[in-house]
Nanobody, 123 residues
Framework: QVQLVESGGGLVQAGGSLRLSCAGA????????IGWFRQAPGKEREFVAA????????NYADSVKGRFTISRDNSENAVYLQMNSLKPEDTAVYYC????????????????WGQGTQVTVSS
């Protein structure tokens, strides 16, 4: 089992940057693929980015490709989401999630979720 805690959200102007962190508790964190998802008010949760347990093969939603970067530091039990060139439509609660080995794009494939962190981008 792994526990996840997100941090780093906040209010930023359009064009700005934020770095989200997903801290994992548990000895086997390095065995899990991690995904970032987001949910805006009145919308379904959507995939943002994912990374495998080795850090290889990062995967991004088309809407964030070229602006967001996912990375991980298994020595720190952490996964990061660097978000640049933020847009108002990026406003949402951002969640990290864990599944064994590989990251994936489907929320239903993840076993563990954090509580979320709010990102608000003003125009």
């Amino acid at each position: 089992q792994v526990q996840l805690v997100e941090s780093g959200g906040g209010l930023v102007q359009a064009g700005g940057s934020l770095r989200l962190s997903c801290a994992g508790a548990g000895r086997t964190f390095s065995s899990y693929g991690i995904g970032w998802f987001r949910q805006a008010p009145g919308k379904e949760r959507e995939f943002v980015a994912a990374i495998s347990w080795t850090g290889a093969r990062p995967n991004y939603a088309d809407s964030v490709k070229g602006r967001f970067t996912i990375s991980r530091d298994n020595s720190e039990n952490a996964v990061y989401l660097q978000m640049n060139s933020l847009k108002p439509e990026d406003t949402a609660v951002y969640y990290c999630a864990a599944r064994i080995l590989a990251g994936g794009t489907q929320a239903s494939g993840y076993d563990y979720w954090g509580q979320g962190t709010q990102v608000t981008v003003s125009s």
